[in-house]
């Protein structure tokens, strides 16, 4: 099959280019039971028109802000494309949120109109649906008591789409590039969150070159999507290989990936870091129990993979990968689809060993990096160009450009570029400049002058007391490659030295006292003082110390018992930190690492 020669300037436009150009029945599919359901492009093409029907016929008129709040589906995207088609901005909200945040983002995006994916998430919701003004009209996916179906909403686009037929061809023709498409909060690690406000162009010029320029992948090929869709990352590499013609296969659960991976027999799909650091640690875990000449061969086929060199063409050096991927590496690949893979990971920064191991599997991780205020992409590693640069997150992308202020942070600016906050000029004009750039927050170089480097947030970088700067991100990063970690945090702004709070991985910890036939504590708080269990974390700590500046090691840290979560608040939407919330959930913890009086507080 040709190469699209149709480029979309508006996101609907999409629809004509993959009808013009492909036949596929497998499009979209979603778990239904033990098996999958899937749509067509047609059927993708037929949804989104006669949702933009009933959305018309309902009385919604252009610019009304429609939300979602819905797990991965078809039915997203069909909501997704029908609203832009009817001329309204898609406001796509994470299904994870807690009352209070609902109740803000759906006053200040001035909701019209509410689709819920299923009772669970509807419940979250409904206890502040009566303090939404502007009381919105409400669907339900999959059956909710009380609620309308999204089958009538369906219906009623089905029976007045003649009726609709020209106002929706015309939409196609005068709405422009530059109008707004979606607003998208920000999932956040501090304050409320903030509407970005993206348009057609924004979201064409960033997915267009991702597809023309940077992907190995035709329509051939079947990706696994399970991050959010309401998050930018996930929807632009969703938009990117829909013009690709490549099917999107939804993953029934997190806790189904591995399963629905396996038999789909996916080529790909989009993570963030925490995902590839529990693969990651799966697979240590699995050598572990090996014995013999079967554990020699896993630890040896191991460290070749953790120091893997795409470029080195050494040839003993490649028979040792040859081998090793013969003997063990195929079984990884076995153990996820059976294929080679390409991955990409953005979000957070990512474990350079991590990315050689699986790379060295052929499942090719390919780091990028943006923010929702850019579309998101500013840099990517090119699988096309074989660009694997560990450690950076790539070239940047095609109409983007980016520089290094002064101070380290990272300016870029662009088609990609939002229009700005919704409701919030101030703040716009205080991230982006009077010469037109935007401030990212991020602090990073340029490696070989191209290859684009984060090495931390410019707020979170905390200064000791003795003048010296500490990045807590590459240290907990580092921390949190052992299996014995689930997670950290770094802490001691204007203190003397470094601390850190730590989640340990308790099953990890419970696997361990097996195997060593050690009396497993009967509580969390009994394993966190029991003395081989600090034995490990203390042998693991000094381990990444060794490694540091002697300003950066971690002089005391302290371990808790809890998990942290998206739920229970100190993790972000997509598993960053949130440190504000972190400070103020372990004050005592922290006021006793430092020696604070109780009246203290630790900032």
């Known amino acids: 099959m040709e190469p699209n020669t149709l480029i979309p300037t508006r996101i609907f436009d999409i629809l004509e280019v993959i009808s013009a150009q492909y036949e596929k029945p497998d499009f979209f599919a979603r778990r239904d039971g033990e098996g999958w359901k899937t749509y067509s492009i047609q059927d993708y093409v037929n949804y989104s028109h006669v949702i933009a029907s009933a959305l018309l016929e309902l009385g919604f008129e252009k610019g009304d802000k429609i939300v979602t709040i819905m797990r991965n589906r078809p039915a997203w995207n069909f909501l997704d494309m029908g609203i832009m088609l009817a001329g309204m901005i898609h406001v796509p909200v994470y299904p994870t949120l807690n009352p209070d945040e609902y109740k803000y983002i759906l006053n200040h995006c001035d909701c019209k109109c509410i689709v819920f994916g299923q009772d669970a998430i509807y419940k979250r919701v409904a206890g502040i649906l009566p303090e939404v003004e502007q009381h919105p009209v409400i669907y339900a996916i999959d059956p909710i008591e009380g609620i309308t179906p999204s089958s009538e909403l369906v219906e009623i686009g089905k029976k007045n789409f003649e009726k609709w037929r020209s106002v929706i061809e015309d939409n196609k023709k005068n709405i422009q590039p530059d109008d707004v498409a979606t607003i998208i909060y920000t999932s956040g690690t501090t304050g409320r969150s903030k509407g970005v406000m993206l348009t057609h162009k924004n979201i064409c010029s960033n997915f267009l070159p991702l597809a023309l320029e940077f992907q190995l992948l035709d329509y051939h090929a079947k990706m696994l999507s399970f991050l959010p869709l309401c998050h930018v990352y996930e929807r632009i590499v969703n938009y990117h290989y829909q013009f690709m013609g490549v099917s999107h296969y939804y993953a029934g659960s997190l806790a189904t990936i591995g399963k629905d991976m396996h038999d789909m027999k996916a080529d790909g799909f989009c993570a963030v870091p925490r995902v590839f650091e529990m693969m990651y640690d799966k697979i240590q875990a699995a050598g572990k129990n090996l014995k013999g000449i079967k554990k020699w061969i896993f630890d040896w086929a191991f460290r070749i993979a953790t120091v893997y060199d795409y470029d080195n063409n050494n040839p003993l050096y490649k028979l040792k990968y040859e081998i090793a991927d013969k003997l063990v590496y195929s079984k990884w690949r076995e153990n996820l689809s059976g294929k080679e893979m390409t991955v990409v990971s953005g979000g957070s920064s990512i474990s350079g060993k991590i990315i050689r191991l699986f790379t060295a599997a052929k499942v090719r991780v390919y780091e990028g990096y943006g923010l929702t205020e850019t579309s998101p992409v500013i840099a990517v590693n090119n699988p096309r160009a074989h660009i694997i640069k560990v450690g950076c997150v790539g070239v940047i992308l095609p109409g983007v450009e980016c520089k290094i202020a002064d101070d380290g942070e990272i300016l ?137 500046a002697d300003h950066e090691q971690i002089k005391r840290y302290r371990l808790i018992t809890d998990e942290w979560s998206t739920e229970s608040g100190e993790l972000s939407q997509t598993l960053k930190l949130k440190r504000k919330v972190i400070y103020q959930k372990y004050d005592a913890l922290c006021r006793e690492i430092y020696n604070y009086d109780k009246k203290d507080t630790i900032e």
């Not at 707020?459 to 299996?483: A, H, I, N």
């Not at 990890?508 to 029991?530: G, L, S, V």
Request: charge should be neutral; glycine fraction near 6%; proline fraction near 4%.
């Open 412 to 548: 870029t600016k662009g088609p990609c570029l939002m229009k700005g906050y919704y409701k919030d000029e101030a703040y716009t004009r205080e991230v982006i400049d009077e010469d037109g750039w935007f401030h990212t927050g991020d602090i990073g170089t340029f490696v070989e002058g191209r290859y684009l480097k984060i090495t931390d947030r410019k707020k979170e970088v905390f200064k000791l007391s003795l003048g010296k700067f500490v990045s807590p991100q590459v240290v907990e990063t580092k921390l949190r490659e052992s299996s014995y970690i689930d997670n950290v945090m770094v802490i001691g702004e204007n203190e003397k030295f470094a601390s850190a709070i730590i989640v340990p991985s308790f099953e990890k910890m419970n696997d361990e006292f097996k195997k060593r036939h050690i009396a497993i504590p009967k509580t969390r708080e009994e394993y966190i003082i029991h003395p081989h269990f600090v034995d490990i974390i203390n042998k693991e700590v000094a381990d990444v110390n060794k490694t540091l």
